[in-house]
């Protein structure tokens, strides 16, 4: 990519996390390797327990990864100290889905913003603490009016905002999106969009989109990794995911995504898979997609393909690949 | 539908522009009754729980100013007007020493009410703590805690009261608020400790941690405010049964001794010449029995009112 | 000419809450013709679910109230019937499907039991051609290995297979209209992509007819022949899907097609986006709804909404002055900026 994006922030190497359940041992995320450059916004799609939420919240520092290294900075974020713990979660910060769960009922929406600025004591000050309030509340659209008011009273879409302004209030260096436009209504996603590019724009941090719509991430993205139960199966250039994607999965889930065009509709060759995307415990021998391609054959039920470089910049997790 | 636009007038600045929308998503969505103030019409509505709060109130402010509505004070012995019965001096008449009903009877609510409160606050406050703490960090510390609350809860309370009251001695007010918050927390830390488990899967108490909240900062700011709405009820409906321990405890001789009434004590007393005098012993049984049922009525209400598939 | 299967006018719908009542269906008028699938859209909120539910008697009797309208169905005003008729009709011939099959379904009984307890319930056979039924129904929809996931609980499916099972419970009884309420919303997009395919599928092997539920206008597109857009409670536009996707005249369709970019392109600068957000339907503004977000709104919008203008495709209609023959005449046609007549 462009030189803008070239210095390495975060690296995933090989990162693996396992949940105990009931019947096995559920594999949300099974070695994933992934880097994220300054400035960039990667999207990360894939179908409801593929494991894009865990790796979010393993980014975070909330699960602990059963194997493999999150470098932040070079740094294993695993291996900090107290102070630079605290430190990390300054340069990392989440948005959230749900606009409603994602805030404190009880607190009002200033409170809420300064949560962060509160716990790491940025402003001893009351008067500089409001006026960061009111600054924060403005890069996102809202003003000082709502500082004073409680949650219940706004919409989905200003919840999201305030959700926003939260975790800028640290200035962060990567924000991870986790779904935060998937619970808000059509006309409110371009707003929550177009805000996070703004964003973007002025302050120069990465987002890690985490999403199932490939509509939107294709809008926001520098890059895109697609994944499929715990594996990242494709990774490129965002343009490239679209235009010369390589893996049957990423096909058939673009296939699958309607366009808002009936002509279009009409026209389009489509990919429909069969059957259900199997369950994260016990997996299969072989690449985890086999049971459901449409091009699968011996060796990709025996042997798990590796993510290989096929172009610049562009990874593909698949035998039958060129 | 066809015939709707037939002779439609337009006045000459109908199709003027107006000017383009603002950009910015800052209109208040609907100014929306907050959570308490839905609770507080439901619970309006409930005749019997608002006809209960009132009393309590009026109960609470007989408790203050009672005393003072007439000459006597609740100590001082009058031997020449034993065991009046109720008249235009003594309202509620006078005890085997000659001191006034009526002022004991108040002075003695003080007590029983003070010890009620402050009997259910500081235990539920501990058990908040504890629950907090063993709902939020879970693993081995919550199975411990909760293992040790399940043995000390097999054992009936009034047993380790009695234990604590040898052992403080009894008599005093503090003694009996530390004997009864001793044992009160357990039940409210198992019942924090539940709400605080499905709290801490909220995205808001994601959001602390990842912002670098301390545990103590997600417990005290975060959890245990949430479950205080829910806790309320529970508050409320323990009161009664700490106004009937203490007035249990001062009749067996355990609670707070004379000449400071307490409603158990009032009870006691009176209870030696009952059948000579039953308007002595009537009296402050009425009051227990007042206070513990419009409490309940009130927990009942509230529960009601806070409960989100009863309200309309 | 065809023939109009259910015909719903002029309904309004409020609820009372404590805040005031709440004018969630204000004047709705739509039909659906036997065979056909037609869209309702609308972000939430807008009354399309309510629309729906008021026709089938489903709403809550203790704060929600028809305030006026009709809606025939085979001949009948079904919101005028018994509910002992409604229960008649309900699951028989006309049924639904939501988005969330899980609640739906009986967690504790067989999910083949459940399908021919719906069939036993409205006709008189054994319940060995019950089952028979139900078996075929299974194949219909194609739920694999039906014999055997017959005799599963709702939790031993996937979400997709539960999706499946509750069309057809929906369609077991062969119903004339098949209400959808977003049916993929809660599915993930290679599964939507099976279930839109399936739904596809019985337009051609039953009589059903279908109306569909949904803010997606991608999924709108993959199914449906007529649509109807909802905001605010009210129509505001309504035609073909050809017209209403191809040629749409009110702003507010422009809005939700623009806000939803489009996987075959990319928009380098700024999606579209509709700034602001839907009226308080306790209040609703006097004029048209839509105004206060329109980049189009003229004064009149402030004072007045139109009914539906008709416009030159049959059945292609919009609540929009801008279509008014005395704005055209005026100013010429609006239409959508940067998607010129057919593209």
């Known amino acids: ?322 | 539908m066809e015939n709707a636009k037939e002779k439609m007038i337009f006045q000459a600045d109908d199709f003027d522009r107006l000017p383009p929308p603002s950009q910015t998503d800052a209109a208040i969505a609907r100014k929306q009754t907050t959570y308490w103030k839905d609770v507080w019409r439901t619970f309006k509505k409930n005749r019997t729980a608002a006809v209960s709060l009132a009393v309590i109130f009026l109960l609470i402010l007989l408790v203050v100013f009672g005393p003072m509505m007439n000459e006597f004070d609740y100590r001082t012995n009058d031997y020449s007007a034993l065991n009046q019965s109720p008249n235009a001096v003594h309202w509620f008449g006078t005890d085997n020493m000659g001191r006034d009903i009526w002022t004991r009877i108040w002075e003695g609510g003080r007590i029983s009410l003070l010890i009620a409160v402050l009997a259910t606050l500081i235990p539920e406050v501990i058990g908040m703590i504890i629950g907090g703490v063993s709902g939020y960090f879970g693993g081995w510390l919550d199975t411990l805690i909760m293992r040790f609350i399940d043995v000390l809860m097999g054992i009936p309370s009034l047993i380790y009261m009695i234990l604590l009251m040898l052992v403080f001695g009894s008599g005093s007010i503090m003694t009996l608020i530390v004997a009864m918050s001793l044992t009160g927390w357990m039940g409210s830390a198992r019942a924090t400790r539940g709400l605080v488990l499905q709290i801490k899967a909220r995205d808001f108490v994601t959001a602390s941690e990842t912002l670098g909240a301390s545990p103590w900062w997600i417990i005290v700011k975060r959890l245990i405010p949430n479950t205080l709405g829910i806790r309320v009820v529970g508050i409320t409906m323990s009161i009664p049964s700490v106004i009937f321990y203490e007035a249990f405890l001062s009749y067996i001789g355990l609670g707070v001794t004379p000449p400071t009434p307490s409603w158990g004590q009032l009870i006691k007393a009176a209870g030696e010449n009952f059948r000579y005098y039953p308007y002595q012993f009537i009296i402050p049984c009425v009051m227990v029995g007042i206070t513990m049922l419009c409490f309940n009525l009130v927990g009942d209400g509230l529960r009601d009112a806070l409960d989100p598939k009863l309200r309309g | ?343």
Not at chain 1, 206 to 231: C, E, K, P
């Open chain 3, 1 to 343: 000419m065809a023939e109009k299967i259910l015909d719903v006018k002029n309904l309004v719908v409020t609820f009372d809450t404590y805040q005031g009542s709440v004018q969630a269906v204000r004047d709705v008028s739509f039909h659906v013709n036997k065979r056909e699938t037609v869209g309702i859209v609308g972000e939430s909120g807008c009354g399309k679910s309510v629309t729906i539910r008021t026709v089938m008697g489903l709403n809550p009797k203790s704060n929600g109230s028809v305030k006026g309208g009709q809606a025939f169905f085979e001949g009948r005003d079904v919101l005028r019937l018994s509910e002992k008729e409604i229960r008649d009709i309900l699951g028989n011939r006309m049924s639904m499907i939501f988005q969330d099959p899980f609640t739906f379904l009986n967690p504790t009984m067989q999910v083949g039991k459940q399908i021919t307890e719906v069939y036993l319930r409205h006709h008189k056979v054994s319940r060995k051609e019950a089952e028979e039924k139900a078996l075929s129904i299974l194949r219909l929809i194609s739920l694999p290995n039906p014999e055997q996931n017959m005799k599963r609980y709702p939790h031993q499916l996937s979400g997709g297979m539960r999706q499946r099972v509750m069309i057809a419970m929906a369609l077991i009884c062969e119903p004339a209209v098949l209400f959808a309420d977003e049916p993929t919303t809660a599915l993930d997009v290679t599964i939507q992509a099976q279930i839109i395919d399936l739904m596809n599928s019985l337009k051609e092997k039953t009589d059903t007819s279908i109306v569909l539920i949904t803010h997606d206008m991608g999924v709108v597109a993959k199914m449906v022949d007529r649509l109807y857009v909802m905001y605010a409670g009210k129509i505001v536009e309504q035609g073909d899907a050809d017209a209403m996707f191809h040629r749409p005249r009110h702003p507010y369709t422009w809005g939700l097609l623009d806000s939803v970019p489009r996987l075959d392109e990319r928009t380098k600068e700024e999606l579209h986006s509709i700034p602001g957000m839907p009226p308080d339907l306790i209040a609703p503004p006097e004029g048209c709804p839509f105004a206060a977000r329109c980049r189009y709104a003229m004064k009149i919008c402030q004072r007045q909404m139109p009914d539906a203008i008709p416009l030159e495709e049959e059945g292609h209609a919009a609540a929009c002055w801008l279509c008014h023959p005395e704005y055209v005449k005026q100013y010429g046609v609006t239409r959508r900026e940067g998607k010129e007549n057919g593209q």
């Open chain 1, 1 to 322: 990519m462009d030189n803008e994006h070239s210095k390495t922030l975060l690296e995933l190497k090989d990162v693996k996390t396992f949940f105990k359940v009931s019947g096995g041992i559920l594999k949300a995320v099974n070695g994933v390797s992934l880097t994220i450059h300054e400035g960039e916004t990667i999207g990360l799609v894939g179908e409801s327990g593929c494991g894009k939420s865990t790796l979010g919240k393993t980014i975070l520092r909330l699960i602990r990864p059963a194997g493999g290294q999150v470098l932040f900075d070079g740094k294993d974020i695993w291996e900090f100290n107290r102070a630079e713990k605290k430190a990390y979660t300054r340069q990392v910060q989440m948005i959230f889905q749900d606009p409603y769960a994602c805030l404190d009922p009880l607190s009002v929406i200033g409170d809420t913003v300064a949560e962060g600025m509160d716990i790491h004591r940025m402003y001893a000050d009351k008067q500089a603490r409001g006026k960061e309030i009111l600054r924060l509340l403005n890069d996102v659209g809202l003003n000082e009016s709502h500082a004073n008011r409680f949650p219940h009273e706004f919409s989905g879409g200003q919840r999201q905002r305030v959700g926003i302004s939260r975790a800028l209030s640290l200035k962060p260096r990567l924000i991870v999106c986790d779904e935060p436009i998937s619970a808000l209504d059509v006309s409110i996603q371009a707003q929550v969009v177009n805000l996070l590019k703004r964003l973007q724009r002025e302050m120069g941090m990465a987002y890690l989109f985490i999403t199932h719509d490939l509509s939107m991430v294709r809008q926001i993205s520098d890059r895109i990794a697609v994944m499929y139960l715990g594996n990242i199966v494709e990774i490129a250039d965002s343009e490239d995911i679209y235009l010369s994607n390589k893996h049957p999965y990423t096909q058939a889930l673009l296939s699958a995504i309607p366009i808002a065009d009936p002509t279009v509709e009409k026209n389009r060759e489509r990919i429909v898979l069969s059957g259900d995307v199997p369950s994260p415990v016990n997996l299969p021998k072989g690449c985890a997609f086999a049971g459901r391609c449409p091009r699968a054959c011996e060796q990709c039920r025996a042997e798990a393909p590796a993510l290989r470089e096929i172009e610049p910049g562009h990874q593909v997790a698949c035998h039958l690949a060129e």
